[in-house]
């Protein structure tokens, strides 16, 4: 039992190494690499911010509408109650805009993209068109690894300031029409609410959850060794460690925030 | 004639606890055009692996180009397999990538050429190597012939000093292998110093394939093979 916990400790270690190199490699590579296949890994990298952004928008657009009626709905169901419709604009910014926001985005790209990506490289690996590719002198990591992850973290970038501006504008669609509340009464709330900190906190917090779910899911994908079916597991487990490590580096980023 | 391929006193034993190599010595020199012959499952392709790097060695050394691959930096192993070309026994084109882009990527990484001159290069190479189809297509439904076409352009694609091909000949009737093998000839030839190395099931399978020298792989050793015929100095 004891020999099985530690097993599984030092796979956890090990994986969490392998994920922090990819990301570590990712980010000196995409800032100081030589020129040399740059032209190559660009492709690869605007596909994966196509991918990953402009073809989640649709769900991304649902999704943050909803959620912002969802949250002014419940406000407006108890602010009222207290005299405090003008707190509309904090609830909106510190649910929203500093943890929900990113959070989403996060969680939506973990399912489509995420999970494409482990699947793509797995099978990749199942073919033997990762060896082709270091047999060409091409390192697998700078081709396939770099490009998902800076383009993961990119459109989660750009993705989580898209939400949060149709989330809070669709939470606007009940405040206006289902309260009365003017729009000049709802942005200056909101206007008066936020500040810089704000901001920066939910747009760090979304290019780490890039660089978590690009690594995560490359390092899982890559993980496959012979056997086909070994692909739907690194694909579970990269959904699960991406889960996992977003919902911690949240925490530890709004407490660093929170004593800021 | 310099040695391209050196290997010395190699053992190697698979993840399964086999023995599938035990002190193998072997050179290959430029300009060579050698062959390989070795049954089903005798090691072939793992010792290509071995030779470029792909698989690590349980004991002994393989020196490419005068380097010991087992004694330098993973960038500088890269550097050195960007000298080599290395058509795959099932083609192993990259599945989303399409046909050209297939011939374009080791010339992104490996040569200085502009965009338009690596996709007119790959243009060429494609034509040279009898493809015709949709060079913007995907690879995955091509039939076995023409992706194994498609991995010799994409090989031929950054001029290599050292070409390999595992049994490239497979699955090609009578006129598409005579194809392949003056295109093969031609290439070797057109690089004085270049070597190439291919690699059969049987011995039988080369005889109109001139070679200047034959080993084959027995008791898990690379000895010299018994076959006169075909051989050019």
């Not at chain 1, 993961?152 to 989660?156: G, P, T």
């Given at each position: 039992?004891?020999?099985?916990?530690?097993?599984?400790?030092?796979t956890?270690?090990?994986?969490?190494n392998?994920?922090?190199?990819?990301?570590?490699?990712?980010?000196?590579?995409?800032?100081?690499?030589?020129?040399?296949?740059?032209?190559?890994?660009?492709?690869?990298?605007?596909?994966?911010?196509?991918?990953?952004?402009?073809?989640?928008?649709?769900?991304?657009?649902?999704?943050?509408?909803?959620?912002?009626?969802?949250?002014?709905?419940?406000?407006?169901?108890?602010?009222?109650?207290?005299?405090?419709?003008?707190?509309?604009?904090?609830?909106?910014?510190?649910?929203?805009?500093?943890?929900?926001?990113?959070?989403?985005?996060?969680?939506?790209?973990?399912?489509?993209?995420?999970?494409?990506?482990?699947?793509?490289l797995?099978s990749m690996?199942?073919?033997?068109?990762?060896?082709?590719?270091?047999?060409?002198?091409?390192?697998?990591?700078?081709?396939?690894?770099?490009?998902?992850?800076?383009g993961?973290?990119?459109?989660?970038f750009?993705?989580?300031?898209?939400?949060?501006?149709?989330?809070?504008?669709?939470?606007?669609l009940?405040?206006?029409?289902?309260?009365?509340?003017?729009?000049?009464v709802?942005?200056?709330?909101?206007?008066?609410?936020?500040?810089?900190?704000?901001?920066?906190?939910?747009?760090?917090?979304?290019?780490?959850?890039?660089?978590?779910?690009g690594?995560?899911?490359?390092?899982?994908?890559?993980?496959?060794?012979?056997?086909?079916t070994?692909?739907?597991?690194?694909?579970?487990?990269?959904?699960?460690?991406?889960?996992?490590?977003?919902?911690?580096?949240?925490?530890?980023?709004?407490?660093?925030?929170?004593?800021? | 004639?310099?040695?391209?391929?050196?290997?010395?006193?190699?053992?190697?034993?698979?993840?399964?606890g086999?023995?599938?190599?035990?002190?193998?010595?072997?050179?290959?020199?430029?300009?060579?055009?050698?062959?390989?012959?070795?049954?089903?499952?005798s090691?072939?392709?793992?010792?290509?692996?071995?030779?470029?790097?792909?698989?690590?060695?349980?004991?002994?050394?393989?020196?490419?180009?005068?380097?010991?691959?087992?004694k330098?930096?993973?960038?500088?192993?890269?550097?050195i397999?960007?000298?080599?070309?290395?058509?795959?026994?099932?083609?192993?084109?990259?599945?989303?990538?399409?046909?050209?882009?297939?011939?374009?990527?080791?010339l992104?990484?490996?040569?200085e050429?502009?965009?338009?001159?690596?996709?007119?290069?790959?243009l060429?190479?494609?034509?040279?190597?009898?493809?015709?189809?949709?060079?913007?297509?995907?690879?995955?439904?091509?039939?076995?012939?023409?992706?194994?076409?498609?991995?010799?352009?994409?090989?031929?694609?950054?001029?290599?000093?050292?070409?390999?091909?595992?049994?490239?000949f497979?699955?090609?009737?009578?006129?598409?292998?005579?194809?392949?093998?003056?295109?093969?000839?031609?290439?070797?030839?057109?690089?004085?110093?270049?070597?190439?190395?291919i690699?059969?099931?049987?011995?039988?399978e080369?005889?109109?394939?001139?070679?200047?020298?034959?080993?084959?792989?027995?008791?898990?050793?690379?000895?010299p093979?018994?076959?006169?015929?075909?051989?050019?100095?």
């Open positions: 039992m004891l020999r099985y916990i530690g097993e599984k400790f030092l956890s270690l090990r994986d969490l392998g994920i922090i190199s990819s990301a570590v490699y990712s980010i000196s590579s995409f800032l100081f690499s030589s020129k040399h296949g740059r032209r190559a890994a660009s492709r690869v990298l605007y596909k994966q911010v196509y991918f990953t952004g402009i073809e989640a928008l649709p769900i991304i657009s649902w999704i943050a509408i909803l959620l912002g009626i969802i949250i002014v709905t419940e406000a407006m169901s108890i602010l009222p109650q207290i005299g405090g419709e003008r707190f509309i604009g904090k609830i909106m910014v510190w649910v929203v805009i500093r943890e929900l926001g990113p959070l989403f985005a996060a969680i939506i790209v973990i399912a489509r993209s995420g999970t494409a990506m482990a699947a793509e797995g690996k199942i073919n033997n068109e990762v060896m082709a590719i270091e047999a060409m002198g091409i390192d697998p990591q700078v081709y396939l690894v770099v490009p998902r992850v800076i993961a973290s990119l459109a989660i750009i993705l989580t300031f898209y939400f949060e501006v149709i989330s809070v504008l669709g939470g606007y009940l405040a206006g029409f289902g309260t009365r509340m003017s729009f000049h709802y942005a200056s709330s909101i206007l008066e609410a936020i500040n810089i900190t704000d901001i920066i906190a939910s747009l760090l917090k979304s290019l780490f959850f890039g660089l978590i779910i690594a995560v899911c490359c390092y899982h994908g890559l993980k496959v060794g012979r056997s086909i070994e692909i739907p597991q690194e694909t579970t487990k990269a959904v699960i460690t991406s889960l996992f490590l977003i919902f911690v580096v949240d925490g530890m980023v709004t407490m660093i925030f929170f004593f800021i | 004639m310099s040695a391209l391929i050196e290997i010395k006193d190699l053992t190697y034993i698979n993840e399964n086999d023995c599938i190599f035990s002190d193998v010595d072997a050179a290959f020199s430029s300009g060579e055009k050698a062959a390989i012959i070795g049954g089903g499952g090691g072939k392709t793992t010792l290509l692996k071995l030779v470029i790097g792909l698989l690590k060695p349980t004991d002994g050394s393989i020196y490419l180009f005068g380097e010991d691959i087992s330098i930096s993973r960038s500088r192993l890269y550097s397999r960007s000298r080599l070309g290395f058509v795959f026994e099932n083609a192993m084109l990259i599945s989303n990538l399409k046909v050209v882009e297939n011939i374009t990527l080791p992104y990484y490996h040569t050429y502009l965009e338009d001159e690596i996709f007119k290069r790959a060429t190479l494609l034509d040279i190597v009898g493809y015709e189809g949709d060079v913007w297509s995907l690879p995955g439904h091509l039939p076995a012939q023409t992706k194994k076409a498609v991995a010799l352009a994409r090989a031929m694609a950054i001029e290599p000093d050292i070409m390999i091909y595992d049994k490239i497979e699955e090609f009737d009578d006129a598409q292998r005579q194809g392949m093998i003056n295109l093969i000839d031609k290439f070797h030839a057109a690089k004085k110093e270049r070597l190439s190395v690699t059969f099931d049987r011995i039988d080369m005889t109109d394939i001139p070679c200047s020298r034959v080993l084959k792989i027995e008791n898990k050793r690379l000895v093979a018994d076959f006169k015929q075909g051989l050019v100095e």
